[in-house]
């Protein structure tokens, strides 16, 4: 009997291991289970993240180019006023030559009827 309770005893003993031992392990599962979310959910952050920057990267590389694109046309903007400018100079100046021309014709227009009449 004595032989009885001691192996009862030592069968609760491991009975009690084994149950604390499958606790453990079901905490262990649990633990792995929740590492594995936060992994996947960390991974979809790293994912989304990479995407952002590939983003900010794509748009910054479009200001650059939109940026060369202006200067471009500044410069070209620039280039057609000075052209216009100086055009608008060469007009002037033919303009005012034209109106001298025109005033001496009148004078000799002028003279030559004032003359006829004498």
Do not use: C, H, P
Request: aromatic share 4%.
């Amino acid at each position: 009997e004595f032989r009885l309770r001691k192996f009862e005893a030592s069968a609760r003993k491991a009975n009690d291991k084994l149950q604390r031992s499958e606790e453990a392990a079901e905490i262990l599962e649990e633990k792995v289970k929740f590492a594995e979310e936060e992994a996947n959910l960390l991974a979809k952050q790293a994912t989304e993240a990479q995407q952002e920057i590939l983003r900010i990267r794509q748009e910054n590389n479009k200001n650059n180019e939109e940026n060369i694109m202006l200067k471009e046309k500044l410069r070209e903007v620039e280039e057609n006023a000075q052209q216009a400018a100086s055009k608008a100079e060469v007009g002037a100046t033919e303009a005012y030559r034209l109106k001298q021309e025109l005033d001496n014709a009148r004078e000799r227009e002028k003279d030559a009827r004032g003359s006829s009449w004498k």
